[in-house]
């Protein structure tokens, strides 16, 4: 690929791997480079399982607007509709758009906790706050604890773990088979291990107590699986994107909007970073599906490279520049 070149600068170990797929009016290249488990693991290639961090908030979103268009529920569902006690005025297109002014989790943990976070923690934490950050609605903050509760609304609306509700509905329909949800413990083939790099080593970096939330983060794909989700998504399979998102979309400034686990401009162009301990992606494409850039890392703090291959797009580049939207995540 690069020869992970900001890596190489500080580092000449064994490194850890990228993947990257770059499509520009039609046509189609991918880069790999680099190991999926060091020292001596598997070179990374299109099949290698990496952790998404925030990129999975769209198929957490995904499954809420299957259940929306079976009649389930409803973008203007008071969240109190499906657990008491949160304030009326916050609806599920609030925690769609980053809206609802919950209370952030992750200054919610329990001084000293070890053990994993998991979304129904986030539930029973966050709804007895008893307050938001500002009126539901009235404004943008980033919120993982909205999309941790929203897969626990997909388990009380659908009877089903949400990791089974993903599979049978989105992951195995698409024949994303390389895709899983993270369990601690279970076989997971092709998975890349997480790396972060600190003071010019490369360590381990896999796991964190807030890495196993599924709503917000924890979903594992490959390369040619995120392939099959773009193509599904500009071809309408599962349903039509640009539709929804002129029901559930909040403007964050000038045309930058967010809805449905999408930053989008116009509708018709998306995008998504994320972050995590040991893993760095950042996502963009158009809906006409002939302009992507997808790249993944099993290295925390390393989207640059992702921005040195959208500075190299000759076709078409993003309307607003992909390093901007980590300032809008966290």
Not at 64 to 76: R, T, V
């Amino acid at each position: 690929m690069m020869a992970l070149f900001f890596l190489l600068m500080a580092h000449t170990g064994p490194a850890p791997g990228m993947a990257a797929l770059i499509r520009q009016n039609g046509a189609e290249e991918l880069r790999v480079s680099g190991r999926s488990v060091l020292p001596e693991g598997p070179q990374v290639s299109e099949q290698t399982c990496f952790r998404m961090a925030s990129v999975s908030k769209q198929f957490t979103a995904a499954c809420i607007i299957l259940l929306k268009n079976e009649g389930k529920l409803s973008y203007e569902d008071p969240l109190d509709k499906f657990f008491p006690g949160f304030d009326p005025a916050v609806r599920l297109k609030h925690l769609l758009t980053h809206t609802s002014g919950l209370y952030d989790y992750e200054g919610l943990i329990p001084a000293g906790r070890t053990e994993q976070v998991s979304d129904a923690d986030v539930l029973k934490w966050v709804s007895g706050i008893g307050a938001t950050y500002f009126v539901p609605g009235s404004r943008y903050r980033y919120s993982n604890s909205g999309f941790c509760i929203l897969s626990q609304v997909v388990e009380k609306v659908s009877g089903q773990p949400y990791a089974e509700f993903l599979k049978e509905r989105i992951l195995g329909p698409l024949g994303m088979d390389h895709s899983f949800i993270y369990r601690a413990g279970e076989p997971m083939p092709a998975r890349a291990l997480g790396y972060a790099l600190q003071n010019d080593k490369v360590t381990e970096s896999d796991q964190s107590v807030t890495s196993a939330t599924k709503g917000d983060g924890c979903l594992y794909t490959s390369l040619a699986d995120y392939r099959k989700w773009m193509d599904a998504i500009v071809e309408n399979r599962l349903f039509n994107l640009e539709q929804e998102l002129k029901q559930v979309n909040y403007r964050i400034k000038e045309d930058l909007f967010y809805g449905l686990g999408w930053f989008n401009i116009g509708g018709n162009e998306l995008f998504h970073t994320g972050s995590t301990c040991g893993f760095s992606n950042v996502v963009w494409l158009t809906l006409d599906g002939r302009n992507a850039l997808v790249y993944f890392s099993n290295l925390a703090d390393y989207h640059a490279p992702a921005f040195v291959l959208e500075n190299g797009l000759k076709f078409r580049k993003p309307a607003f520049a992909l390093e901007k939207v980590l300032t809008l995540t966290d």
